[in-house]
């Protein structure tokens, strides 16, 4: 039976991308418990006592032992907060490797029997690898960096103002998003490689699948096929500014942190009812990128000059995608969407 390339994309980047969210989730959860509220009552409580001693936080601190009290508590408060945080989350971290690549096999089959119409064995679920093992461990000395460069700004011979408690403050919180980021990036690892065990068991190829609002680079890649032994090339990107010529080749995602993309196994064989799967997600990344359908985190100049580039390189673009890509070049923005 023909499959259709819309279900496939959906499955990919709605599915079984919502289910690696949710358990990217799970874990930082687990790991992060109740540290952001935790973080948000120290900062109150220290600015409830600077304004005690000092009238309010635009009034400079005086010398003393008020103020080195003051600096003394919230510095032990930020470590013992982040301690905690280096103690619990590489172990949870770990145990997250398991059911991630748990998961990539059981999305990976289910993508199989979607595409080609026919049920094939699933492979085993691969054990996690030393790389993942080390990864999971290596989110305790991110965290101990960032509790070193908290403690560094919150030393007494560099706190005089509320401005500079709270960059030390911040400083500390900041290890959150970066333990989010970095659970993200080894749970979506451990996810592709369990979906390599499928490609190796399965398919003589393998596809590149993005978000459907994926950054330049991704974008860049969404529809490339290559062997399972073969890396993707280097360096892409739908930005000129961004691309490295000599870039090594890439194994496969996350590119960064936060990438959910993923290759899923591909046989050209398997027949289409409509536009073949890699060549409708080419141009679903057209779209995208003539749309200027883009992340907060990149700005408009980014988008605008990958929709140059993109009229630049591709000859047949659909009429809608070129129009709106040309319309963005002229006025300097992209239209809203309809």
């Known amino acids: 039976m023909p499959y259709d390339s819309d279900h496939l994309a959906r499955l990919v980047q709605d599915d079984h991308t919502g289910e690696v969210v949710d358990l990217e989730n799970q874990l930082a959860g687990r790991a992060l418990l109740g540290s952001d509220r935790a973080f948000e009552e120290l900062i109150r409580r220290t600015l409830t006592a600077w304004t005690r001693a000092y009238g309010g936080p635009s009034q400079p601190a005086l010398p003393g032992d008020m103020l080195r009290r003051i600096i003394a508590v919230a510095r032990a408060a930020a470590a013992r907060l982040l301690d905690d945080l280096a103690d619990r989350t590489p172990g949870i971290l770990a145990d997250g490797l398991g059911p991630a690549l748990a998961m990539g096999v059981r999305q ?5 029997r979607t595409a080609s119409g026919r049920r094939r064995r699933t492979p ?18 991110l965290v101990i960096e960032r509790r070193d460069r908290a403690l560094l700004l919150l030393h007494p ?14 400083a500390a919180r900041a290890a959150l998003p970066a333990i989010r980021a970095h659970i993200a990036w080894v749970i979506n690892a451990a996810v592709h490689e369990g979906l390599d065990a499928v490609v190796r068991a399965t398919a003589p190829l393998r596809v590149w699948v993005s978000e459907a609002d994926a950054c330049v680079r991704c974008l860049a890649y969404t529809g490339r096929v290559v062997r399972p032994d073969e890396p993707f090339p280097g360096g892409l990107s739908w930005d000129p500014r961004q691309r490295k010529a000599r870039a090594a080749g890439v194994d496969g995602p996350p590119l960064h942190a936060h990438c959910r993309c993923r290759t899923v196994p591909w046989d050209d064989a398997w027949r289409a009812s409509g536009t073949p799967f890699p060549e409708a997600l080419r141009r679903e990344a057209e779209r995208s990128i003539g749309y200027g359908t883009g992340r907060p985190s990149e700005s408009r100049a980014v988008r605008l000059r990958a929709a140059r580039e993109l009229l630049r390189t591709v000859d047949d673009l659909l009429p809608a995608v070129e129009a709106r890509a040309r319309t963005a070049l002229r006025t300097g923005r992209f239209p809203a969407a309809a």
Do not use: C, K, T, Y
Not at 108 to 112: I, W
């Open 124 to 141: 085993a679920v691969p054990r996690a690898g030393r790389v993942l093992r080390d990864e999971a461990r290596r989110i305790r000395d």
């Open 157 to 170: 011979d560099r706190v005089s103002r509320w401005s500079h408690m709270l960059a030390g403050l911040g």
């Open 108 to 112: 990976g089959a289910e993508f199989v």
